[in-house]
């Protein structure tokens, strides 16, 4: 049963077990997670995840590969990190890295890209058995009035009109659904970037949209229709409401999470300062470092949750 006014679905945290919201999975005899070659039926999900505490989610597959071998450093766990194996070998949709308790998972560009994902994701967590498991987009952005290389906690992932929601379309029609993420684990992480001092950190909203160019109001892009002040004025529009940057993924991973009973946290850094240009023109070293910064905040997270810290 789809109901399509807000707040209908909203998990009550009552049960810190991932729950999926569909009663036809309940009677499918297998149930194929196609995207990442795994299966109910070949796979032992529970033996393979069942102690997943953290699953952290990127874009770019080769990221997230070095995530997982940052973490490993960090969590000192043995074994070699250059050992790791993508558990998604078998498709080249997304790369999956499992190091103890945390999951990394890349996720592509854009909303379709990890809301697939996200659905085999949540399916493999409740076929697991998973409980009180954390998830974190870290990721890239554009910034609005923040210099390049501050990190972004969102607050509330926003959409291009600056609403906290997300729109689906299902069977033809609009389903709505909230998209604020859970406030205690971005204070926590707040709380973990002034323990580090390493680089500037705020919290803010985070403007989801579904293009890189025109959608994100670029004058660089191969259309262009608006002059430089209209922009501006949008961008102004957005820092107004409260927006610190924009990405592309953050409504649906904020809807998904929130009504699936999982905390959720988007954290990522500004390549550049939307003011200020379009073109991104740090260098290769340094867009690289700017690229750190989110994993190192959530494995300071991490191992304060674990009690390394
Ligand atoms: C941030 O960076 C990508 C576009 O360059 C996109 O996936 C996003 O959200
Ligand atoms: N990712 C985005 O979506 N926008 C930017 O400006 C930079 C990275």
């Known amino acids: 049963i789809l109901l399509n006014h807000m707040g209908s679905e909203e998990n ?54 070095a995530f997982a071998q940052f973490i490993h450093q960090e969590l000192k766990l043995p074994g070699n990190p250059g050992d790791i194996k993508d558990i998604c070998e078998g498709t080249d949709r997304y790369c999956m890295y499992k190091v103890g308790p945390v999951l990394s998972i890349s996720h592509g560009m854009g909303v ?3 809301s697939i994902m996200l659905h085999e994701l949540i399916k ?33 992932a926003v959409d291009y009109s600056f609403r906290p929601q997300f729109e689906q379309v299902v069977l033809g029609k609009v ?18 970037s002034s323990e580090l001092q390493t680089f500037p950190t705020v919290i803010g909203n985070t403007m989801c949209t579904h293009d890189f160019y025109e959608g994100q109001g670029r004058l660089d892009g191969a259309l262009c229709s608006f002059s430089q002040e209209e922009k501006l004025e949008y961008l102004r529009k957005a820092y107004e409401a409260g927006v610190r940057n924009i990405e592309m993924e953050s ?10 009973g999982l905390k959720g946290a988007v954290v990522c850094v500004a390549l550049l300062n939307r003011f200020e240009g379009d073109q991104i023109t740090s260098s290769h070293d340094v867009l690289v470092e700017y690229q750190q910064r989110p994993q190192i905040l959530v494995a300071h997270f991490i191992k304060k949750r674990l009690g390394y810290i």
């Open 124 to 156: 493999l967590l409740h076929h697991a058995q998973c409980r009180d498991v954390v998830l974190f987009r870290l990721g890239t952005s554009g910034g609005v009035g923040l210099a390049p290389g501050t990190v972004v906690i969102t607050e509330k």
């Open 12 to 65: 009550e945290y009552i049960n810190e077990q991932v729950q999926v919201k569909n009663p036809n999975l309940d009677t499918m005899e297998e149930d194929i997670l196609y995207h990442f070659s795994l299966s109910t039926k070949t796979h032992n999900l529970p033996e393979m995840f069942g102690d997943i505490k953290f699953v952290c989610v990127g874009g770019s597959a080769n990221r997230m590969k």
């Open 175 to 192: 389903i709505t659904r909230n998209t604020e993420l859970d406030e205690g684990v971005a204070n926590e992480l707040l709380q973990c």
């Open 251 to 260: 409504t649906v991973f904020a809807a998904m999470c929130r009504v699936c």
């Open 112 to 114: 379709p890209s990890i």
